[in-house]
């Protein structure tokens, strides 16, 4: 029996300017199963921390949220090296694989015919504020815990 937790959340996710980058706020709270790495790592370890009812903000560091930026995932193509009707343009974001977990890749600059790309989390090298509100922890269960994710409410379904 494991002793894994399913913890239910409202959060508001704000950058160092205060800026709103994602908010569970009017729809549905986010739910995570603890030590699946449903969510980043720092966030799970301050809300381990929690009580029901209890909201805290908590101020996460780059390298406990989404890491710090790493220069080697910034890389410079050929345009040849892309389907030859592709339209690219800066800001483009694109997965670098066909599964889900490939990394997605933001086009930086396109210069002629070299294009640079930048493979990191767009949240990476930032250290990010959240505003929490545990609304439910409940033991997980077997069927979480063998899927590494939680269940909803409305019963089982898959992202
Ligand atoms: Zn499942």
Redesign the pocket.
Known sequence: MSNARVVTMHYTLTDESGEVLDSSAGGEPLQYLEGAGNIIPGLEREVQKMQIGEKKKVKIQAAEAYGEKREDLVVTVQRTQFPADAKLKVGDRFRGGSDDHSPVFTVLSIEGEEITLDGNHPLAGKDLNFDVEVKEVRPATE??VS?G?A?GPHG?H?H
Do not use: P, V, Y
């Open positions: 069927e979480e899927h994710h269940h089982h898959h």
